[in-house]
């Protein structure tokens, strides 16, 4: 199983900051399998990012993701209010899918 | 408008079968992957696992001998059941569509993510 570890735990921020996200894989990991989720409480996680790099419809561009191999990267340009809230990656690898623990962004 | 709306008992015993059910609406699940994960309370995400609408399944391998996800197209659902509950298995129970590897337009695509989700259910295990 490839775990994945997120990094940091909490990014405490302002409105109009830039957020950098890291993902760890334990071994590699496809670029095209690699996910990017947002949740914020009591609602579903929402898609982001999948194939590392690619915006899922409907995401603002001030959302990228970068990254190979074992590290990846989501980045939020500009924080807006309502972006505040946690963030999972997620990998497909050896027929199983594995989260990551999550990054809360909150409001510094 | 796809949307998935997930649909179960929210009290399951110890031992007992935990069993949900997902209705699609706004699109055919005679398409598409469709998949189950769950959120114990204040945790992260955990896969349990997906079903092809042709009926082929992938299961968490650590919760493989007690799963079953199965699709009704007549009904266009999808279903779980996980047997022999124990409270560890507490947690909101999403339902989501899974994209897979697809062709269009002449080009193919190797991805694995889920695009959709339910607000889930929760489900707690408790004598």
Redesign the interface.
Known sequence: ?IVLTQSPGTLSLSPGERATLSCRASQSV?S??L?W?QQKPG?????LI??ASSR?TGIPDRFSGSGSGTDFTLTINRLEPEDFAVY?C?Q?GS????????TKVDIK | QVQLQESGPGLVKPSETLSLTCTVSGDSISSYYWSWIRQPPGK????IGHIYYSGST?Y??SLKSRVTISTDTSRNQFSLKLNSVTDADTAVY?CARL?GPYCSGGSC????????????TLVTVSS
């Open positions: 199983e496809s095209s399998y996910a989720y609602q579903a996680p929402r898609l999948y194939g899922a999972y997620q497909y027929s199983q899918f594995t989260f990551g623990p999550g | 992260g995400l955990e896969w992938n968490n391998p999403h994209r695509y190797s991805h694995w993510y889920f695009d959709l989700w339910g607000r889930g």
